[in-house]
């Protein structure tokens, strides 16, 4: 079975830029959590969607947002991006609402200049 | 954002050695998760622990969920190149609602040769 898959896996932008990200979680997972990590540190959550609503959202300006798909995919935006935003960009999807036992994706890795 | 406390920051071992690393939270859990994490990846599940008490063993990995629920434990038997890497531990409280894992820093595992 295929685990979580993430695009890009790079990408380089500049100040003021906006960015999307996508991925799609493992089949039968219906929950998809993103994670922001920054070099030196652990991952911090972003937002986590169940069936298409956003059911949890961490301490993110409102540059950040989200959506899920039908098929349970997910696409993160980030707007206006700061250099503060070159970071590791990770997803996770778990079988469950409440997003216990979550499994990651390789992540897509931003560079902001 | 919140982070747990997790120690030992990095550890230096030979190889055949056994290791133990530690997370605290000030807040109660009911789920612990352990990660570990290469170098350019996304992190890899590797115990799930849902119950105060809990003691869950994987190969050579042994961890617990402490009984006041605000620490766990992960243990490595005979450790080998392989686990080099960077282990995370990670919990979960999902209070009727959804909410995404909080992490520690990292413990930082090198295999002295």
């Known amino acids: 079975d295929a685990g979580v898959t993430q695009s890009p896996t790079h990408l380089i932008k500049t100040r003021g830029q906006q960015v999307t990200l996508r991925c799609s979680p493992i089949s039968g997972h219906k929950s998809v959590s993103w994670y922001q990590q920054v070099l030196g540190q652990g991952p911090q959550f972003i937002f986590q969607y169940y069936e298409k609503e956003e059911r949890g959202r961490g301490n993110f300006p409102d540059r950040f947002s989200a959506r899920q798909f039908p098929n349970y995919s997910s696409e993160l935006n980030v707007n206006a991006l700061l250099l503060g935003d070159s970071a590791l960009y990770l997803c996770?999807?778990?079988?469950?609402?409440?997003?216990?036992?979550?499994?990651f994706g390789p992540g897509t890795r931003l560079l902001v200049l | 954002g919140q982070q747990l406390n997790q120690s030992p920051q990095s550890m230096f071992i030979q190889e055949g050695e056994d290791v133990s690393m530690n997370c605290t939270s000030s807040?109660?859990?009911?789920?612990w998760l352990w990660y570990k994490q290469d170098p350019g990846e996304g992190p890899v599940l590797l115990i799930a622990l849902y119950k105060a008490g809990e003691l869950t063993s994987n190969g050579r990995l042994t961890a617990q969920f402490g009984i006041t629920r605000k620490d766990s434990f992960l243990n490595i038997s005979a450790s080998i190149p392989s686990d080099v890497g960077i282990y995370f531990c990670a919990g979960l409280f999902s209070g009727g609602g959804a909410d995404g894992l909080t992490f520690g820093k990292g413990t930082h595992l090198i295999i002295q040769p």
């Open positions: 996770a999807s778990s079988p469950t609402r409440t997003g216990q036992t979550q499994y």
């Open positions: 807040s109660i859990f009911n789920t």
